[in-house]
């Protein structure tokens, strides 16, 4: 037995683990599981992998039937193969651990792996010279069941402290709980809308960065549910309040060195990065059917809600898609965000989407625009167009139908995922979208 192997056995036992949860997050960014129960765990230490049916991968969010046109059929398995460096015993479910997982068909990646894809992304942003770290930057909502459905935690304003009074035993639950798997929180607070909080993450390389997403995600939920109430992360919860972003935080490194800002010009963005970000807002509507795939999503970005509905950027700007947040006096730049993003998204599909458009920026030397100061809405519709400040799609439809036309995106999922992906996309889209509100909402809430 490896040294490795030997020391996952010992922290199953020091934790008392019965069951291993195998963690995959499919198309329609439901993250689910499979799991092993330890005494059988041995095996899949040395690389056995889980069976799932390969038409997992055509599943859209609403039940499991498979979408049409998907390209995958009932019959087919997949397996999954534990990535043991992200195993870790789950505080809000004593029992249980859980690992992270690559999906494999035979000895090759899985073409409709979604982690795979983003592996695929990194390298290809490593053969540029470039890598990549994020952080993703969630807003949620949290609520208590009641008679007549699920009930906001509190009606207050931003970081009015009467929420964080509400809320302490479970915003230091889920604290401890993230910290207790690695991750590192940065902040707390409560967000504008009804129940709505925030609970920013430190940035790590890519892959890890997604790998966290799946954590927050969990972690929040379970340990809310622990505490009576039920966390979400739909985008658009309360039609007129502010609605739950995302927010994807990227910086570009080369040879270990942050290649954001120029050597001593903290406030002027390089080259690269101006091309990588001109390349992210080129791809922008496509990306969307990637960053804010579900129908919901584009309830929240509207012009005057702070959730990126323009393509373009800002420094300190938070109505601009790109925002680049305003340092304090004599600190550089450090990283640029981008806000048409929600946690309704497979966190490996958009952070490897997204670095697909900025290493095509970056491939082809796009040009980025001059930043936006002001509200984009406030600007004519001439002025906008004079700027090449476009709106972005206004239903998943829209998007869907831009992904379609976008080779550059297309050829990075390549055939297979993106065959898979865009049939659960259209299954949702043609489910949901007359949809009332309330009926939308109701399905989503335990899904994100
Ligand atoms: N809640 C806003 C959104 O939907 C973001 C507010 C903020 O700037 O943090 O993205
Ligand atoms: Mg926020």
Known sequence: ??????????????????????????????????????????????????????????????????????????????????DWSTFAALPYAP?????????????????????????????????????IFAAFENEFSLLRPSESGPQPFDTTVFCQTWALDQATPIINAITDALEAQGLQVEMAYPESGPGQFELPVRYADALRAADNQIIFRETVKGVARQHGALASFVPKIYPDKAGNGAHLHFSLQRNGRSIVVEPDRPHVLTAEMRAFMAGVLHHLPALMALTTPST????????????????CWGIGNREAALRAPQPAAGQPITNVELKTSDATANPYLSLGAVIAAGVDGLAKGMTLGEPVNGDPADLSEAERAARGIRQLPATSG???????????????????????????RRAEWEAMKDLPHAEEVQLLLERY
């Open 1 to 82: 037995m490896t040294s490795s192997a030997r020391e996952i056995l010992t922290r199953i036992q020091a934790h008392n683990v019965r069951f291993v949860r195998f963690i995959w997050c499919d198309n329609a960014n439901v993250i689910r599981a499979k799991a092993v129960r330890t005494t059988f765990i041995e095996s899949y230490l040395h690389g056995e992998g889980v069976g799932i049916a390969a038409a997992q991968q055509a599943l859209p969010v609403m039940y499991d039937a498979l979408a049409p046109g998907s390209g995958l059929t009932p019959a087919g398995e997949a397996h999954m193969r534990a």
């Open 95 to 131: 029992g249980h651990a859980r690992v992270l997982t690559d999906i494999y068909d035979g000895e090759q990646p899985w073409a409709h792996c979604p982690r795979s894809f983003l592996r695929r992304m990194i390298a290809r942003a490593a053969d540029h010279g470039v890598h």
């Open 296 to 311: 919901n999503s584009f309830k929240r970005i509207r012009p005057r809600f702070w959730s990126g509905a323009y393509t």
């Open 398 to 424: 829209e998007a869907i139908a831009a992904l379609e036309q976008d080779a550059v995106l297309l050829d990075a999922l390549g055939d297979a995922l993106a065959r898979s992906y865009l049939a659960v």
